[in-house]
């Protein structure tokens, strides 16, 4: 009786398409998830051929480990915090109320998150470092002789985090405070609470799962964070740093076993927040409410107020990508000790474009980039059509393995990934992909293809079960569902996750430099080099065209999301 | 042998009964309902029939030819869904003409259907219209035309007016029986309003916690509910406890009821169940059925006779007035009655009145 039940593929329609769908994805989530995974993980637990905790005492007896372990967790929740304080307040003052501009500012707040960490870093640079163009003008301003700070440290890794991760909060915050009934709240008011206990009360905490979410988001990144601790962390040691000067040197050993580390860190605190998530009940706002509206500010000056802040924050925000813009027109060696650049050229960019050299790595990015985001997009349409097959054992598997990638940092993805397919060995033959072009579309692909599985599966939900059955009944068979009913309605929202994919994969830089190879030099890896050259005008270029492609890509993806919501 | 066939129909959600040992015979050409509440399983036996989920033991057959394990998309039958399932990415055309061009046909057929199926749900003029600018009982009717446009060998029904408001299915209603009628289709229909139940179906099938309960046209599950259940899922209904008291023949039989000792009479309209002496059971009466007497009214005009069978003095505890109809609310010496009235004028709370309860009305309930 039990086991004629237990037949999935009974349950819906009976198709060979269906093995064949759960063979690749096997195989992939074995080659590309597990194995690498598991072969860091025995890896760190093995020395002269016996299995031991060895590596793991040694490591934790070093002051340096230690001291980069708990760096990289205070680093985290401090960001979280102040993330927190920046993101939501700015999210209430969006959602809530109405004053000249506001679309503006809330669109251009969320624009940190889509500006690639590496070019972040290297604008934060010519902003607010020593010889930054803020420090200029308060040495020029006070006739300083030296300048005036030195963007070193933990203030300025907090202050730079603070800067790329707050719109975590914000957007999520945002999102979360528009699917409130603000009905809620009225009935609170007609209660009798004041506004105070209402926030406190009502508000908050239908906004938990939002603020966990974004906690999540925004623990996770900093963890991974690379590319600021590597320019401008002075002091500050964190694992991701460690694991690299670890490679750098040649200590696999100690790299692998700190890369474990780094990802059981990361593994915890998805699970932390998930399990807090899972102890707490929240009510589907599925329900028929009142929107709400946002409250114009009518008094003058608080109307003044708010623009002002308004315009002083989108300044505060614009500010680094302007900064870049002025550098990329910077003469060579024009910009020393004046407050900014004292010569503009083209030739920053007329350098990119005409050497040969300077030219393919921004070709390289985009090839790979490009392979990596369609490669996702294929896997994404294979995983979700095998998901959201009803009675499918192993789903949760599948899901839960598909998001281990997006939950590690791309530290332990290129590390794990590096060594599994370094040298000949049982799983994978004479199969060896270091060294190769391909090491990196791998990686990318494997990196960020969460994002657009993600995508796809959110697009599907929204679809309507019915609909594909109503197909059926109407005599469509299974490939006709597909072309004709699920790939028209969710191509708008897997195109835009896609896209999303695709710009991160432009300017990835923490994985990459540990991997590439000259056939397969990212434009990220150019960006430092120029950088270490000083060679501040052509860095600020790569930067500035960076820049440009993400614009386009996520124009068109908001148009897409537009659409696919519509 | 009849069109469409369950045979001992099972299914399981995990640990959950959702469809237990389900049999239905459904002839062609008629129009037959399921009823009972959400989560009772007719949703999923409607489901099953469609091919969308597959029994776990029983058997389905379609005109003697088992279908059991046969694709929903190999059925061909029609199916309208609660939500329509409209494919939004497609105009009032391209729906209706989905199933169609699944089929291959040919360019000039496929518009010839379209259009006649869109004029018989007199939405001829619309085909170039995008679905969302519909409302909402136009796009019903575009589901249906969709549905229908296939010429399916049968029409399923999964609660598809749930969605309108009063006044459009009530209209809605008669239309789409007319049609079916017209088309001289076979439909199974699916619904937890017994009301429209009623009204469109030549047949139906109770259903309860997965099982069915009772099968039979619309006046004989009003009339003679045979379980409690039905009797209290169709309509307002008294129940009233009482225990058996003689046997001298089962069409007049005497009871007692359990509270307010009442003796009541009753005569059997066909020969029914003969109940053992002594032992609880339920009788059923209809607030439609009792008789109302104000007891200011003239002496001839109160029962005598033979009229004065199954009488009970009462006073009234509630009175509600719903246009047509009065409902009021009955004590009888501890026994709570329901009384459906047209012409409510002198039923004040707490008057007291004289019930009766018509022994050819009464029905004992397994």
């Known amino acids: 009786m039990k086991s004629r039940i237990n037949k999935p593929w009974r349950t819906f329609i009976p198709h060979p398409s269906v093995l064949v769908l759960a063979l690749v994805v096997g195989l992939v989530l074995l080659y590309g998830v597990v194995y690498p995974n598991m072969h860091v993980l025995t890896a760190s637990l093995e020395r002269d051929g016996a299995w031991t905790l060895r590596n793991y005492v040694e490591l934790l007896r070093e002051r340096a480990v230690l001291e980069a372990t708990l760096s990289s967790i205070w680093l985290s929740v401090l960001t979280v915090l102040f993330c927190a304080l920046v993101g939501v307040p700015l999210a209430f003052l969006f959602e809530r109320y109405e004053f000249p501009a506001r679309r503006i500012f809330s669109i251009l707040a969320s624009l940190p998150l889509v500006l690639p960490p590496l070019v972040g870093t290297v604008a934060f640079i010519f902003l607010c470092g020593e010889s930054g163009i803020l420090a200029r003008a308060v040495q020029h301003l006070f006739r300083l002789r030296d300048a005036p700070w030195s963007l070193r440290g933990w203030t300025a890794l907090l202050l730079f985090h603070t800067y790329t991760m707050y719109p975590f909060f914000y957007v999520l915050t945002g999102a979360g405070l528009r699917r409130i009934d603000a009905s809620l709240g009225e009935a609170a008011r007609s209660l009798g609470a004041r506004p105070l206990r209402v926030l406190f009360r009502v508000v908050l905490p239908q906004l938990t799962p939002s603020l966990l979410a974004a906690a999540l988001l925004t623990s996770m990144t900093s963890m991974a964070s690379f590319s600021a601790p590597l320019f401008f962390g002075g002091g500050v040691r964190v694992l991701t740093l460690e694991i690299f000067n670890a490679r750098q040197r040649g200590d696999v050993q100690l790299a692998l076993t700190e890369t474990v580390l780094l990802a059981v860190i990361s593994l915890g605190a998805l699970v932390f927040f998930q399990r807090y998530e899972g102890t707490r009940r929240f009510v589907a706002a599925a329900m028929k409410g009142a929107p709400r509206r946002r409250r114009p500010i009518r008094s003058g000056a608080a109307r003044f107020a708010a623009a002002t802040c308004g315009v002083v924050f989108t300044t505060l925000l614009a500010l680094p990508v302007v900064t870049l813009l002025i550098v990329s027109f910077a003469r060579q060696g024009s910009w020393t000790t004046e407050m900014l650049p004292s010569a503009y050229t083209v030739d920053n960019y007329a350098r990119i474009f005409t050497e040969e050299d300077a030219l393919s790595v921004l070709f390289n990015s985009l090839e790979m980039a490009c392979i990596a985001a369609l490669l996702a997009l294929a896997w994404s349409l294979c995983v979700a059509s095998l998901v959201s097959r009803r009675g499918l054992k192993g789903r949760r598997v599948i899901s839960l393995l598909v998001l281990v990638p997006w939950a590690l940092p791309g530290t332990v993805v290129a590390v794990s990934i590096a060594e599994a397919y370094g040298q000949p060995n049982p799983m994978t033959g004479s199969f060896i992909l270091v060294g190769t072009f391909w090491i990196l579309p791998v990686i990318y692909f494997l990196r960020f293809m969460p994002l657009v599985v993600r995508a796809v599966q959110a697009s599907l939900e929204q679809m309507d079960p019915a609909l594909e059955e109503a197909a059926a009944g109407l005599g469509a068979r299974p490939l006709r569902r597909f072309l004709r009913v699920r790939l028209p309605l969710i191509w708008p929202g897997a195109l835009a996750g896609t896209l999303l994919a695709f710009v991160i994969a432009l300017g990835e830089y923490v994985a990459s430099v540990l991997v590439y190879v000259p056939r397969n030099r990212p434009v990220s890896i150019a960006i430092a080099a120029e950088m270490r050259d000083f060679n501040l005008g052509t860095a600020a270029a790569y930067g500035m065209l960076l820049i440009a492609l993400i614009a386009v890509s996520m124009t068109i993806a908001a148009r897409l999301e537009r659409v696919s919501k519509a | ?366």
């Open chain 2, 1 to 366: 042998m009849s069109f469409l066939s369950l045979q001992n129909i099972s299914k399981r959600y995990g640990a959950t009964r959702a469809v237990a040992d389900v049999s239905l015979e459904v002839e062609a050409g008629e129009f037959f309902g399921l009823l009972g509440p959400s989560g009772c399983g007719k949703t999923t036996t409607l489901r099953m029939v469609a091919g969308l989920e597959t029994p776990d033991d029983g058997k389905i057959e379609l005109g003697g030819r088992g279908i059991t394990r046969l694709p929903a998309d190999r059925r061909g039958f029609g199916m309208v869904f609660q939500s329509y399932a409209l494919f939004p990415h497609l105009n009032v055309f391209e729906n209706v003409a989905f199933g169609l061009r699944a089929r291959h046909i040919e360019a000039v057929e496929v518009t010839r259907r379209v259009t006649e199926a869109l004029s018989m749900v007199s939405l001829s003029g619309y085909e170039r219209r995008s679905v969302d600018a519909l409302s909402g009982g136009q796009q019903q009717r575009v589901a249906i035309a969709r549905a229908i446009s296939i010429e399916p060998q049968l029409l399923l029904f999964d609660e598809p007016l749930s969605n309108l408001d009063v006044a459009l299915r009530e209209e809605t209603r008669t239309e789409l029986r007319e049609l079916v009628k017209r088309l001289k289709l076979t439909a199974l229909y699916v619904t937890h309003d017994q009301e429209e139940a009623f009204a469109l179906c030549d047949r139906i099938s109770v259903m309860s916690e997965g099982s069915i309960l009772q099968t039979g046209t619309p006046r004989e599950l009003y009339e003679q509910p045979e379980e409690v259940r039905v009797a209290r899922f169709l309509g307002r209904n008294n129940l009233i406890e009482a225990v058996r008291l003689s046997a001298t023949h089962a069409e007049a039989s005497m009871f007692r009821t359990t509270t307010g000792g009442h003796h009541l009479l009753r005569v059997a309209t066909k020969v029914g169940v003969n109940l053992p002496l002594n032992k609880p059971c339920t009788l059923a009466i209809r607030p439609e059925h009792l008789q109302l007497y104000r007891k200011t009214e003239p002496e001839e005009s109160a029962p005598s006779g033979t009229q004065s069978e199954n009488t009970l003095p009462a006073s009234i505890s509630f009175v509600s007035f719903s246009g047509a109809t009065t409902t009021i609310r009955l004590e009888a010496a501890g026994l709570s009655l329901e009384a459906l009235v047209l012409q409510p004028d002198g039923f004040e709370p707490g008057a007291s009145v004289t019930v009766r309860l018509p022994p050819e009305r009464i029905t004992i309930l397994k």
